[in-house]
């Protein structure tokens, strides 16, 4: 399989996991250009114009959140960071940042490959996409101008909050979005340590559009960073 995709930078300190990475990628076609330190891949995230950075977190001299926070002062760069297990903190700070997705260690390639493959739709999608006016994932179909919603043949009412939350949800299908990010947009800034606002309304919700609420089937629970909308397979 060759096709010419998008030059994708990875920036990685683990020899063995840059190696076994770049293999993987450039397996399905992609060309890779890895780099083992924060400073030299913010120089390779400005000279080379890769189309998508992977990043981990851990880095020998700069935090792979400076490495984040510094390019989006100056990019829209699409990034997925690398994190160790049970960091949470560091994943949620991470998306915070500007990141656009995680995968914590360790990861299969597939996941990793779905993910990259994902981040370059959504991107591909973003200049004009932004006004998409009807989402469907198996039986949730949201008329998102309309602001109705259905369950299978079954409209469901939303309060105006409950909709918006689940725009915010709808409009990064697929992607997680963080608690912060979920109370700034549907509360206002200063409403982000408020988490039991989301909490309740994500029950209720929950209750509106799920079968079994205590097995989400669309809205998902990423423990301590988020929410995600599931988008199924695709
Ligand atoms: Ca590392």
Same mark, same amino acid.
């Given at each position: ?40 891949? $913010? &120089?390779?995230?400005?000279? =080379?114009?890769?189309?998508? !950075?992977?990043?981990?977190? #851990? ?5 792979? @959140? ?91 009412? $939303? &309060?105006?909050?409950?909709? =918006?939350?689940?725009?915010? !949800?709808?409009?990064?299908? #697929? ?5 912060? @990010? ?53």
């Amino acid at each position: 399989m060759k096709t010419t995709g998008p030059l994708l930078l990875l920036i990685e300190d683990d020899p063995q996991l840059r190696t076994l990475l770049t293999t993987a990628l450039e397996s399905q076609g992609y060309t890779v250009f890895a780099i083992a330190s924060g400073r030299e891949g $913010l &120089t390779a995230a400005r000279n =080379r114009h890769p189309g998508l !950075l992977i990043l981990d977190l #851990g880095l020998p001299d700069i935090d792979g @959140q400076d490495v984040i926070r510094r390019l989006r002062t100056w990019s829209g760069l699409p990034i997925i960071v690398l994190s160790a297990r049970d960091q949470e903190s560091d994943i949620t700070q991470a998306l915070d940042n500007g990141a656009d997705d995680y995968l914590t260690k360790p990861f299969s390639t597939a996941e990793l490959m779905s993910r990259i493959k994902a981040l370059l739709r959504r991107v591909a999608k973003l200049p004009g996409g932004g006004a998409q006016e009807c989402f469907q994932v198996d039986e949730l179909k949201i008329e998102l101008t309309r602001r109705r919603v259905f369950v299978g043949e079954q409209e469901i009412h $939303l &309060t105006p909050t409950e909709f =918006r939350l689940l725009c915010v !949800l709808v409009r990064n299908a #697929g992607f997680v979005v963080t608690h912060r @990010q979920l109370l700034e947009k549907v509360w206002g800034a200063s409403y982000i340590e408020h988490s039991h606002y989301l909490r309740i309304y994500m029950g209720q919700l929950r209750h509106k559009i799920e079968a079994d609420p205590a097995r989400p089937r669309y809205l998902l629970t990423e423990a301590g960073v988020g929410y995600r909308l599931n988008m199924g397979e695709n």
